[in-house]
């Protein structure tokens, strides 16, 4: 949850920058980190506790929707992101989180390996846009177009594979009920 209150604190810090590059986009910078390492405390706290639940495994990805939405959403505002890979990326997360939605009544789709990966490069990549340095940096920028690239890629294919895994899980819960109700 805190990473939700932390979101429209970044947003604030982003915009404050004003596209300046001053200590409000370094606030920025520190303020998705830190968030981010919520993530990675939150999982690790929850499983050396066996506190994995379903509410953690749909409020979690909720989260990280949220954050690295609004980050790429900022980028692409003032010129740093192109909109098309921020709508891809935007398409993709809202699409799955609802399609998780749908198929809850069937058992719940937890993060694959593929969506983790997937965060991970989203992280790097927005990270490395976010700082201030990057666009005075040729290689910073192109580091960061190609991690962001290949997270756009995984988001795709990861987006494709929760499809699947969806359709799969419908279905079995659909013939389980059919030969339960026999």
Do not use: C
Not at 7 to 14: E, N
Not at 111 to 119: C, M, N
Not at 121 to 126: D, F, G, S
Not at 150 to 173: E, F, I
Request: no cysteine; charged share 15%; aromatic share 12%.
């Amino acid at each position: 949850m805190l990473r939700i209150v932390l979101v429209p604190f970044f947003i604030w810090f982003f915009l404050a920058d004003g596209g300046a590059y001053s200590w409000w986009r370094w606030a920025a910078v520190l303020l998705f980190l830190v968030a981010i390492y919520t993530d990675k405390l939150d999982g690790d706290i929850a499983r050396s506790r066996g506190l994995i639940t379903s509410f953690g495994k749909i409020a979690d990805p909720i989260a990280d929707k949220l954050l690295i939405g609004s980050a790429l959403i900022m980028l692409s505002a003032v010129g740093e992101l192109w909109w098309w890979v921020t709508i891809v990326m935007l398409v993709r997360e809202f699409g799955i989180t609802l399609l998780r939605f749908v198929v809850i009544r069937y058992g719940v789709m937890a993060a694959s390996k593929g969506g983790k990966l997937k965060t991970v490069l989203q992280t790097i990549a927005i990270f490395l846009y976010l700082l201030p340095v990057t666009p005075a940096v040729p290689w910073l920028s192109v580091v960061a177009l190609v991690i962001m690239l290949a997270a756009l890629a995984v988001t795709v294919v990861t987006g494709v594979d929760y499809v699947v895994k969806a359709v799969q899980l419908r279905n079995s819960g659909r013939s389980s009920r059919t030969n339960g109700a026999g």
